[in-house]
């Protein structure tokens, strides 16, 4: 007997993969141009495509000297605000059980405002630990009288994935504290009409997400890489940095998730999800104007800081000038949201990796190593030491996965061998090092960098955040992190124990390294890779 027929859309599903996205969106993308430069909106609109721009042409490097270390990256201030404080008070944390323990202590104790920007939250025992610390919170605010308010801001793709998701995790505070706690769920405004109705709900995060982490309480504030999940409590190793009493720093980052919140879709206490009065749908509305009311909204909030900052600078050279000691370290915040055209920190990262001359000597961690074709062009054509450091196959975080995915880290394995093999050929071994991180039953999330001058033996410059330095990072998704430059001795040793502790588990990477039989990569994966490689 004749099968019933499959549906279309269970075809779609059934052959799906990301590969054929990447066809499928280069096709569109070139079938729709014309019609989206006349209405201003597309089915599709996904970018990069295979090529890349060349890096433009920046400043001359900065004249090296005895000037202090502002000096040589005073250019920031100049695209970003600089925050100045002191450096006694950023603290470098070391472990996920830190980082969460200590989130837990502070929402607890937060008495104004408690501020969540992630990927998505987890459902499990120690999610829903958060979520009653938060609950906590607002309960004895309410009862004193406070004022406490609690706002989440997540991926709508990856926060409304399966029945149990993040949104029915955070449904009982909306519930309970209808006034007090705001849910925002950013959609890509990539994700629309065919496009979105066809790829599943297991892949339609690589079209593009919200991918900022920040966790912020009151006046201090955590800047991290890691999302809100168990593994990242347990045994993912990420980043996180403590900025503590750092009102002006935890003011912009406020603003700027709550910039974001406000064209997002908000969660109800119903499930369901509804824009706010006056805001132009992600993908119902026209793109090119709910890209350009967006990036109006958030670049208000940089603009405005660094008014601010301009404004003041005249009380700050009275202080110094009668001798009163200011801060010793400045904070940059850096904001990637190329859907909504802001490349801010691609600029900056840019520059960074342009002015990094033979005096210094960069560290520079990724867990997904994928590096845009302007950072690896600047990376093997500057004059600095490199050491890279990337995940091993057995830490990447898809190792072991099922289908398509558990092929992503021997892609990742052939880009690395791509990229050591350019190092190879033009004979930069001693200069460009490449190492992976090994940890038994862990895997590997970190990313930034640190920047080391010759002659010292303690980083003055890091940067730390949600970026990875690859192609989604840059043109996909919605990232932040921040520049620490700092003269505070304390501070630098923070830093340097935390590059050393994440280097002492990784091994150098040499020819041998891709013969070793767990580094075969089948053709067909080496085949796929570039057509697939901007979407991870």
Known sequence: MMAAPMSWRRLVYSVYTPALTGVFTRISDRFFRTRDRRRGSSVLL????????????SPAPVAQGSDSLHTRFRWMAEHVPAFRVPGTHIHVLSSPDQFYQVMKARIKTAKRR??????????????????????????????KGGDLSVSVLLDYTRGSRGQTNSRSMLRPLLERFRERVRVSLYHTPDLRGLLRMLVPQRFNETIGVQHIKVYLFDNSIIISGANLSESYFTNRQDRYVLLE????????????????????????????????DGMVHPYRGNRADFSESARDRIMEVVNTARMRQQLSQSEDMEREA????????????????????????EQITKRLLTDAGSDATVFLTSGYFNLTRAYMRLVLAAGADYRILTASPEVNGFFGAKGVAGAIPAAYIHI???????????????RVHLHEYHRSHWTFHAKGLWYYLRGQDRPCLTLIGSPNFGYRSVHRDLEAQIAIVTENPE??????????????????????????????????VQLVTPLIKNFF
């Open 46 to 57: 996904l970018a990069p495509l295979l090529a890349e721009a060349d890096p433009a042409p």
């Open 114 to 143: 408690v501020v969540m920007a992630s990927l998505y939250l987890g459902t499990g025992p120690l999610e829903q630990e958060l979520v009653d610390c938060m609950q906590e919170a607002l309960e004895v605010s309410e009862a």
């Open 245 to 276: 009493d750092c009102g002006e720093v935890a003011d912009f980052f406020s603003a700027l998730v709550g910039a974001v919140g406000d064209v997002s879709l908000q969660l109800q206490s119903d499930d369901t999800v509804s824009m706010l």
């Open 322 to 345: 009668r001798g009163e000691e200011g801060g010793d370290t400045w904070v940059f915040p850096l904001v990637q949201m190329k859907p909504l055209g802001i490349q801010v920190d």
């Open 416 to 430: 690395a061998r791509q990229f050591y093999s350019k190092v190879c050929k033009l004979h930069q071994q001693d």
């Open 491 to 524: 501070l630098q040793a923070q830093l340097h124990e935390e590059q050393e502790l994440l280097y002492e588990r990784s091994t150098a990477v040499s020819p041998s390294t891709f013969q070793q039989p767990d580094r075969h990569v089948k053709l067909w």
